[in-house]
C-alpha cells in the first residue's frame, strides 16, 4: 500500500543554517505530496504541495521538489529561523479516494 | 471564518466510559477524517467520510465509531474506553478534487484524550 518514510528527529539547527528534511514514498499511480507543519499545541497547517512530477512547491522559504524517478520530496530551507522551530510532517494523497497518508514527523529545533 | 472546530480540547476518562468527541466544519467539504497522534509518532486514520451518510473505515478503526448525518458534522465516538485509546485526535477536512488539483487538509486544533 501507500506510504511515507521520513528522516528522524529531532533536527537541531543554529539559526541561519541550511535545513533539510528527507522524505520519500511509495505509491500506486500519480499522487500528491505535501508538507504539513505542527507548531506546538496546534493542528498541522499545509505548508506547502507538489501535484505532478518535477513540481517545485514553496512557501515562506521552504522548497521542495516532486521527484518520481526517486519517490522522493525532500524540504529545504536556505537560512532557518528560532520561529521555524516545531514537527514537520511529509504527506501523500492518493489518486482515487483523496486519502492522505502520513509520515512519522521531524521535529526542528532551531537555536539562535 | 471558523475552519474546522473541534471540542472538547482536553478530557480525562475512566476505563470503560464513553464519549464523543466534536467535530464541524464550515467550508463545505465533503470529505473528513479522523486521525489519531500517538507521542513522537505520525497521523494514523481513523475513520474518513465522503459526504453525508457515508463512512469508511481507516488504517485503526477498531474502538471507535463515527457517523455523518450533515455535511458539516462528524463526530466520533469512543464506546469503551481503554488506555490504549489515550491520544491526541485531529478532525480534518477536504474538498472533493481529485488530480491535478487535489486538494489539502485543513485541520481542526485536536482533543488530547487520556484514559486512565
Known amino acids: 500500500g501507500d506510504s511515507v518514510t521520513q528522516m528522524e528527529g529531532p533536527v537541531t539547527l543554529s539559526e541561519e543554517a541550511f535545513l533539510t528534511i528527507n522524505c520519500t514514498y511509495t505509491?500506486?499511480?500519480?499522487?500528491?505530496l505535501f508538507w504539513y507543519v505542527q507548531y506546538p499545541g496546534e493542528g498541522l497547517q499545509l505548508l506547502l504541495k507538489?501535484?505532478?512530477?518535477?513540481d517545485k512547491g514553496s512557501n515562506k522559504g521552504f522548497e521542495a521538489t516532486y521527484r518520481k524517478e526517486t519517490t522522493s520530496f525532500h524540504l529545504e530551507k536556505g537560512s532557518v529561523q528560532v520561529s521555524d522551530s516545531a514537527v514537520y510532517f511529509c504527506?501523500?494523497?492518493?489518486?482515487?479516494?483523496?486519502?492522505?497518508?502520513f509520515g512519522s514527523g521531524t521535529k526542528l529545533n532551531v537555536k539562535p | 471564518n471558523a475552519g474546522v472546530t473541534q471540542t472538547p480540547k482536553f478530557r480525562i476518562l475512566k476505563i470503560g466510559q464513553s464519549m464523543t468527541l466534536q467535530c464541524a466544519q464550515d467550508?463545505?467539504?465533503?470529505?473528513m477524517y479522523w486521525y489519531r497522534q500517538d507521542p513522537g509518532m505520525g497521523l494514523k486514520l481513523i475513520y474518513y467520510?465522503?459526504?453525508?451518510?457515508?463512512?469508511d473505515k481507516g488504517e485503526v478503526p477498531n474502538g471507535y465509531n463515527v457517523s455523518r448525518s450533515t455535511t458539516e458534522y462528524f463526530p466520533l465516538r469512543l464506546e469503551l474506553a481503554a488506555p490504549s485509546q489515550t491520544s491526541v485526535y485531529f478532525c480534518?477536512?477536504?474538498?472533493?478534487?481529485?488530480?491535478?488539483?487535489?486538494?489539502?487538509?485543513?485541520f481542526g486544533n485536536g482533543t488530547r484524550l487520556t484514559v486512565t
Open positions: 480534518a477536512s477536504s474538498l472533493t478534487h481529485r488530480q491535478p488539483n487535489n486538494s489539502p487538509l485543513h
Open positions: 505509491a500506486t499511480g500519480y499522487p500528491s
Open positions: 507538489a501535484t505532478k512530477a518535477d
Open positions: 504527506a501523500l494523497s492518493d489518486y482515487n479516494f483523496n486519502k492522505f497518508y
Open positions: 467550508m463545505n467539504h465533503n470529505y
Open positions: 467520510s465522503v459526504g453525508a451518510g457515508i463512512t
